[in-house]
């Protein structure tokens, strides 16, 4: 499966921006897909998934303000970011997991060399 991340670009304090993941090349219904992100000078960290049957997983970081969701008709999976932060800035990318992996925070988390990459896409949030 191959993923495309989009939906980055600047914004304020306190705005928002939906990122969007599309994929193609496989069954997307079968797969877990995760978000990730990495700021400059940083590791890549978890940010949210969304499970093959909607269930959901967020980072600390992000809970309450970030909402994943997934369209199968559209091979597509959303994440809406709303009330963002300055350190909410680095490139976003989302993976793509089997769905025979367990879905479970300690699958998801980590970044797996058995995943599917997309490109990422930048946010930044200004001050």
């Known amino acids: 499966v191959q993923l495309q991340a989009s939906g980055g670009g600047l914004v304020q304090t306190g705005g928002s921006l939906r990122l969007s993941c599309a994929a193609s090349?496989?069954?997307?219904?079968?797969?877990?897909i995760v978000w990730f992100r990495q700021a400059p000078g940083k590791e890549r960290e978890f940010v949210a998934a969304v499970s093959q049957f909607r269930r959901t997983l967020y980072s600390e970081a992000v809970r309450g303000r970030f909402t994943i969701s997934r369209d199968n008709a559209k091979n597509a999976v959303y994440l809406q970011m709303n009330s963002l932060k300055p350190e909410d800035t680095a490139v976003y990318s989302c993976?793509?997991?089997?769905?025979?992996?367990?879905?479970?925070?300690?699958?998801?988390?980590?970044?797996?060399?058995?995943?599917?990459w997309g490109q990422g896409t930048l946010v930044t949030v200004s001050s």
């Open positions: 090349g496989g069954t997307f219904s079968n797969y877990h």
């Open positions: 993976a793509a997991r089997v769905g025979s992996v367990n879905f479970s925070m300690l699958n998801m988390a980590r970044p797996s060399p058995n995943a599917y």
